[in-house]
């Protein structure tokens, strides 16, 4: 009887770890074998979880399976998953809301609440998270907590539910952190919750806004670091208003220059200041130019703080880097705008933690894997807040050479590839294949781009989604 129980009650523990896959769940999925032996260790340093619950929430995974033959490997476990190509979309379809994701959804609803004059019924939200009214004055305590951090505060109007309360420029802070926050970590969080707040955030972003800020990334060199774009497109959702009647593009090119000099260089600010006055990211209120301001000192690294000088930590990443690559990394322009990016996204007052995945849509080797793992690890115990993608673009920026001459026969198609890192992977590929690259060309401008040439060799460096459309296209690694 003993063992029939047992059995039984395996059965019911199976059942229960199949059906609560949460957001955890999904980025450790993601994250297997990203760098084969170090899994675990990679995993349990970069979402901050201990070894025991890493390898808990992969057998959860594995379990969920419901193979007819299952090992008690975990090496064995994490080879089939990762070669299971229906798995994720089955984690996706059963993903439910964990309480760190619970607590982001209240806030997040709460500040389009507020943007609209809402209130917030807390018996609709327990019945959509299907849990106690209990559970979710406990959530209610967190949300107040973490609301508290931007000098909000959530008051009760009796019947009809909860809102916020608090300065306007702190309800825009606020939103502007925990929007970018849903945009890093999208395909990682709950169905339900990417459902009811992709739509409502995209209504202030137009195809057209959406490929101006892709254009203007990309032409002005404000792709230096990962997740740019979407900074830029949180921005124009919480600050833009078409009640506003003085924009940025009413500017004259003199006062624009003001704002605008210590961003953009001399030869640049006149195509600049042109681009803005005919596209649609020239409507940008002006009564908000500071943050617009702000954000792009904050894209291309220049954003620092007064009087703050960083040559100490510089000397401390430079040491870190040389112990773990044997080579010395030069103090150039890229090399001082990173130091002051980390450092400034590591203030606690102004930006989340976030789960960043960016970097798995980059073709790596196994040396820059493990390098950049390396390297991570230390940066994280001084800045609890640093990119892993960042950290891959100091890496790949360390490997520059010479310029050399291009072909007129290879081009390079890309999606989130920084544009200052196409010199340096056209030097390399030529070095290391000698093919030279003649151009790289957006994924959205291939089909223009076939048109027009025929390249003799199309290649990309990126996990573009594209490739079924594309068969010629060949994939590389990074580094060569």
């Known amino acids: 009887i003993d063992v029939i129980l047992y059995q039984y009650v395996l059965k019911r523990r199976d059942k229960k770890m199949k059906v609560n896959i949460n957001t955890n769940h999904i980025r450790i999925y993601k994250l297997l074998n990203f760098l084969p032996n170090k899994d675990i260790d990679f995993i349990c340093q970069f979402l901050k979880m201990n070894r025991q619950n890493v390898i808990l929430y992969i057998k959860q995974i594995y379990y969920f399976l419901e193979t007819k033959k299952q090992s008690n490997l975990l090496s064995d476990m994490i080879k089939e998953l ?85 300065s306007s420029d702190n309800i825009k802070n606020c ?200 390297i991570f690890t230390e940066l994280r115990k001084i800045y609890f807040n640093i990119q892993f993608s960042n950290v891959i673009y100091l890496y790949l920026w360390s490997l520059n050479k010479i310029n050399l001459t291009e072909s007129s026969t290879t081009i390079v198609v890309f999606k989130d590839l920084p544009k200052f890192l196409q010199p340096i992977i056209k030097n390399l590929f030529l070095l290391k294949e000698n093919i030279q690259i003649s151009n790289f060309v957006r994924y959205t401008e291939l089909d223009t781009y076939l048109l027009q040439e025929e390249p003799s060799l199309v290649i990309t460096f990126e996990n573009l989604s594209i490739n079924s459309n594309y068969p010629f296209i060949k994939y590389y690694s990074l580094p060569l």
């Open 82 to 166: 990762s070669e299971n190509k229906n798995i994720f979309n089955i984690l996706k379809q059963n993903q439910v809301f964990m309480k760190e994701d619970r607590i982001f959804y209240i806030i997040l609803i709460l500040l389009k609440y507020s943007d609209l004059g809402l209130t917030l019924n807390l018996n609709t939200l327990s019945s959509n998270f299907n849990i106690s009214r209990r559970t979710l004055n406990d959530d209610l305590i967190a949300v107040k907590k973490a609301l508290q951090f931007y000098n909000l505060e959530i008051f009760s109007i009796p019947s009809k539910g909860v809102n916020i309360s608090g």
């Open 175 to 374: 939103f502007l952190s925990y929007l970018f926050k849903f945009f890093v970590e999208f395909e990682e969080i709950p169905p339900l919750m990417a459902k009811n707040f992709l739509g409502v955030f995209k209504e202030n972003l137009s195809v057209k806004i959406i490929n101006d800020i892709d254009y203007f990334i990309y032409t002005f060199d404000l792709d230096l670091f990962a997740n740019n774009k979407k900074l830029l497109k949180c921005i124009y959702i919480v600050y833009f208003s078409n009640s506003y009647k003085k924009r940025i593009n009413c500017l004259s090119l003199e006062d624009f220059k003001k704002y605008f000099h210590n961003i953009f260089p001399q030869k640049n600010i006149e195509k600049v200041y042109s681009f803005l006055k005919s596209s649609s990211l020239g409507d940008f209120p002006l009564k908000y130019i500071h943050v617009f301001i702000l954000t792009l000192k904050f894209c291309n690294g220049t954003l620092r703080e007064d009087g703050i000088s960083l040559k100490k930590e510089c000397n401390l990443i430079k040491d870190i880097f040389i112990n773990v690559t044997t080579q010395n990394i030069s103090y150039d322009i890229f090399f001082e705008k990173f130091a002051h990016r980390i450092n400034i996204a590591n203030k606690k007052s102004s930006f989340l933690f976030m789960s960043d995945l960016s970097f798995l849509s980059l073709n790596l080797d196994y040396k820059i894997k493990h390098d950049c793992y390396c």
